[in-house]
């Protein structure tokens, strides 16, 4: 039987492995530098709006796969941007891609984006950060900005997502292969600016 110190000491490990690991995203804005080209992604499963599951193999079998991070249906910019390449789908489609939105936002708040925006492409919830850690796009908005968010805009950050962190994805877009290689990327730590179709199309290989 183990001693009492010894479970002391295995619990204490236990909680600076994982608040560490807390910690490790609890970064500034600054420290997100986003999954590079030429990287290999680990693929993932994850909710949609409508509570099915979708895995990303399924995607990347069908060939190319573009993935564009959004912050929440509250963001006018995110809502834009998704009509935007709703509206122009069917030209990616017909260059062999597929596209795929990940929010952190739980399946209620993604019924609303979808709403807003008339998107039937998949929008998944990112319950956790996971995907978003996994493409090293999360980050900690100053203070100031998330009293912003919360009071005068009525956000609700805690409310709206799966932990009470008011973590946000930085809006990058990713073009990966059929293997899941990362062949392209639209990553500007400014939320105003998004990709355009046209530079998805333009670098969607031929």
């Given at each position: 039987m183990m001693s009492l110190k010894r479970v002391i000491a295995l619990y204490s490990l236990l909680f600076f492995v994982s608040w560490g690991m807390a910690q490790a995203t609890l970064r500034p804005l600054s420290e997100a530098k986003g999954i590079a080209v030429g990287a290999k992604v680990d693929v993932f499963s994850a909710i949609n709006g409508s509570d099915s599951l979708v895995h990303l193999s399924d995607y990347l079998s069908k060939g190319l796969t573009v993935i564009v991070f959004?912050?929440?249906?509250?963001?006018?910019?995110?809502?834009?941007?998704?009509?935007?390449?709703?509206?122009?789908?069917?030209?990616?489609?017909?260059?062999?891609?597929?596209?795929?939105?990940?929010?952190p936002e739980k399946p209620d708040f993604i019924q609303k984006m979808a709403s807003k925006t008339g998107v039937t492409l998949d929008i998944l919830y990112d319950e956790g950060y996971k995907i978003c850690d996994a493409f090293d796009v999360t980050f900690l908005p100053e203070k100031s900005m998330r009293v912003l968010l919360n009071s005068m805009?009525?956000?609700?950050?805690?409310?709206?997502?799966?932990?009470?962190?008011?973590?946000?994805?930085?809006p990058a877009t990713f073009i990966l292969s059929g293997d899941g290689?990362?062949?392209?990327?639209?990553?500007?730590?400014?939320?105003?600016?998004?990709?355009?179709?046209?530079?998805?199309?333009?670098?969607?290989?031929k």
């Open positions: 959004v912050r929440g249906q509250w963001c006018p910019i995110c809502n834009k941007h998704l009509s935007h390449i709703q509206d122009s789908v069917q030209q990616i489609l017909d260059k062999g891609a597929n596209v795929l939105f990940v929010s805009a009525n956000v609700k950050l805690k409310e709206s997502h799966s932990d009470d962190s008011e973590r946000l994805p930085i290689v990362v062949l392209w990327r639209h990553f500007n730590p400014d939320y105003k600016v998004r990709s355009t179709v046209k530079e998805i199309l333009d670098n969607l290989p």
